[in-house]
């Protein structure tokens, strides 16, 4: 007996070998043929038919995720991942901020100036007053003079 598959069992394999990531389902559509086929086609040959799962690791300490967590595993986790460290630029002391005002700080051009405190804020730019006065620091001069 002659056993008529309504879809290329080849190219069923071949779809699945190059969809590693889709379900038996997804595999099954562009055939028109049921999963049931699709999966049967895929034992006939010895190939796996299971869709490959995606792993995806914790961004902080890269432990495997559960299928509902988004991009950290733990409360800890998610809450290092929002916190950025910065170096006083008065006192030189290593702090924490939210990434989130670091980076819009970086954006804005000033990721040079962080300030552990109000106080080293103020102590810094007490003591750099005049800090225009030195012309090596202005470094965007409006016009060449050539
Ligand atoms: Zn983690
Ligand atoms: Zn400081």
């Given at each position: 007996m002659v056993v008529k598959y309504k879809a290329d069992p080849a190219k069923v394999i071949a779809s699945r070998l190059s969809n590693p990531f889709?379900?038996?389902q997804k595999i099954a559509d562009p055939f028109?043929?049921?999963?049931?086929?699709?999966?049967?086609?895929l034992v006939r040959a010895n190939v796996a038919t299971a869709a490959v799962?995606?792993?995806r690791l914790c961004g902080i300490c890269e432990k495997p995720l559960k299928s509902n967590q988004l991009k950290h595993c733990s409360r800890s986790?998610?809450?290092q991942a929002s916190i950025a460290e910065a170096v006083c630029s008065n006192c030189g002391k290593v702090f924490q901020l939210p990434k989130g005002q670091f980076t819009a700080r970086k954006k804005r051009h000033l990721s040079n100036y962080f300030f552990c405190s109000k106080v080293c804020y103020g102590q810094y730019f007490g003591k750099n007053y005049g800090f225009l006065s030195h012309p090596e620091n202005i470094n965007t001069p409006k016009r060449s003079s050539r």
């Open positions: 889709a379900s038996l028109h043929i049921s999963r049931e086929w699709v999966r049967r086609i799962r995606v792993i986790c998610r809450h």
